[in-house]
């Protein structure tokens, strides 16, 4: 009887440890997956919407160059989401689209501009109440004509940026200022300073409007009761960018 015990004893413990054992396994395989978990395509739309989004000034480069840059506010806010999921951003009298490049071209996310239908109904925007606003079915049907698009791409380890891109070869069509054509570059930096570079130019190649050198650094305002605004179209909580990945953002004047 003795020895019987002692060998049941045994062999529960033995048993006990085998499962301790295995949880422990699955356990950690659990958690690596989870801490490797690649970035989705539609995570990194989310992040470039989130960058963009909020209060930005130029001041501090405007006072290392006064001579070529100004201090320029600008403020972009959530509007509305596409049924594809896709993030609908106003910005100074435009939309923005923000969603994944097709699977077919070589680019991460995609942030393509629109005018705004009656353009009057969304003067100040983003300073009013949720009920002050437009109805998110009705932003969607007050996106006009495509003006530009610009395809970004994950920076390379090493780089400031974590997306840069730019319009495609020849720009968008654009009449401003007697321009033929516009093009813009964009980058989107850790901490959701971009740096935007906007050009025009006439049929013969000369730049008729934007920057002459290099592009404006716009970096977020400092922590004030504006962030509360976006909360009722707030996006989902994501993990600090720079820890996620490790790009140049360019805007249309």
């Not at 435009?94 to 071209?105: A, E, G, H, N, T």
């Not at 942030?111 to 705004?116: K, T």
């Not at 530009?148 to 720009?171: A, D, N, V, W």
């Amino acid at each position: 009887m003795g020895r019987g015990s002692e060998s049941d004893t045994n062999g529960w413990s033995r048993a006990r440890g085998l499962v301790v054992k295995t949880l422990v396994l699955i356990g950690g395989a659990f958690l690596l997956k989870r801490f490797t978990k690649s970035t989705t395509r539609w995570d990194h739309a989310r992040i470039v919407a989130r960058s963009l989004s909020g209060e930005k000034f130029s001041g501090e480069q405007a006072s290392r160059d006064p001579d070529n840059y100004f201090n320029i506010r600008t403020l972009t806010c959530p509007a509305t989401e596409m049924a594809d999921g896709s993030k609908v951003l106003f910005f100074e009298q435009r939309f923005f689209m923000v969603k994944p490049c097709p699977k077919d071209l070589k680019c991460d996310v995609e942030v393509s501009s629109y005018a705004i239908r009656d353009a009057d109904e969304y003067k100040n925007f983003c300073d009013r109440t949720r009920d002050q606003r437009p109805l998110p079915e009705e932003v969607i049907g007050d996106i006009a004509e495509h003006l530009t698009t610009i395809y970004l791409k994950r920076c390379e380890r090493g780089k400031r940026c974590l997306y840069e891109g730019s319009t495609p070869p020849g720009g968008f069509p654009n009449t401003l200022n007697g321009a033929a054509y516009c093009t813009s570059e964009l980058s989107i930096l850790k901490n959701n300073e971009i740096h935007t570079l906007d050009k025009g130019y006439d049929d013969d190649g000369n730049q008729v409007w934007g920057v002459q050198k290099g592009p404006c650094e716009f970096k977020p305002a400092p922590t004030s009761s504006f962030n509360g605004m976006f909360s009722p179209l707030n996006f989902p909580p994501s993990q600090p960018m720079e820890k996620r990945i490790e790009g140049s953002f360019v805007l249309e004047e």
